[in-house]
């Protein structure tokens, strides 16, 4: 049903190059480098308050130093789902500028949790942000390449005033969280990542410790929401508070990583 994007070939090479026993800063750079887009987006994300960088990174080759090729990588991947989020392709009411807001939401809202609770999740900060960047990525292909279908499950929310995921399992038989699993594992990104994008409407069926980091998901998820002006209660994703127990932490605590992440959030 959905025309998923391929794996893009920058992003392949990253990985291959790490996974070799004599990668070198020098031969990862390169590859980034022949991609100028996600070149651009690797250097700015490098050169945000996300990394604390205390002089401007101005190369590549820099951006290996400073951060380690591991960190690296993760910045290809991140500015890979930057670049899905571009205008082409968008339509039926769907803004892509606002599902990247969402995302980034989603992704600080995560690593504050984590830094709040990192024995509970047992996932570094950088790496849940960058799980709350991908959690809506079904979304992005589905907008790509399945809009009519998107469009119906739209229009069937709204009609019922119910969240989208749900008006996808009705009309659909899937939700854009099972294509964006289907693309994280396409993209060989973990099944760790995979299971917490795809339960991330539901983590109360998974078994520890996929469902607590499904539950990190869901409640960044929820959070986002929190912040965004306009969305209506019944479109929110809504976290019970048995399972907002299950984070480890005070509701003051979260209230606190609401704020935050109101005050932190803004288009790029």
């Known amino acids: 049903m959905v025309d998923l994007p391929t794996i893009p070939q920058t992003m392949v090479e990253t990985r291959r190059a790490l996974a070799s026993a004599d990668v070198s800063l020098d031969h990862v750079a390169r590859i980034i480098e022949r991609d100028p887009a996600v070149a651009t987006v690797v250097l700015r994300l490098a050169n945000s308050a996300l990394y604390g960088a205390r002089s401007t990174v101005s190369s590549i080759r820099s951006a290996c130093v400073f951060l380690g090729l591991k960190r690296v990588s993760d910045l290809v991947l991140q500015a890979t789902v930057l670049e899905m989020y571009s205008p082409q392709g968008s339509g039926g009411g769907f803004d892509p500028q606002r599902l990247w807001e969402h995302s980034f939401e989603a992704a600080l809202a995560a690593r504050l949790l ?21 959690h809506d990525i079904g979304k992005v292909a589905m907008l790509k390449g ?14 019922q005033q119910v969240p989208l995921f749900r008006a996808e399992e009705q009309h659909l038989g899937l939700t854009h969280a099972h294509v964006g699993a289907v693309l994280a594992r396409q993209w060989d990104l973990g099944t760790e990542l ?75």
Not at 114 to 134: H, K, M, N
Not at 216 to 231: F, K
Request: hydrophobic share 45%; glycine share 4%; aromatic share 6%.
């Open 114 to 134: 984590c830094v709040a609770a990192p024995e509970r999740f047992e996932l570094a900060p950088s790496d849940a942000y960058t799980w709350g960047l991908i």
């Open 146 to 159: 399945a809009q009519h279908e998107l469009e119906q499950a739209a229009r069937a929310s709204a009609e």
């Open 194 to 268: 995979t299971l917490a994008v795809m339960y991330h409407h539901d983590p109360g069926v998974l078994p520890d410790p996929h469902r607590r980091r499904a539950l990190l998901l869901h409640a960044a998820n929820s959070i986002a929401h929190d912040t965004e002006p306009g969305v209506p209660v019944w479109a929110r994703a809504q976290t019970p508070m048995a399972q907002l127990g299950e984070l480890g932490l005070a509701a003051e605590q979260i209230d606190a990583v609401r704020a935050e992440v109101a005050a932190e959030a803004a288009p790029w």
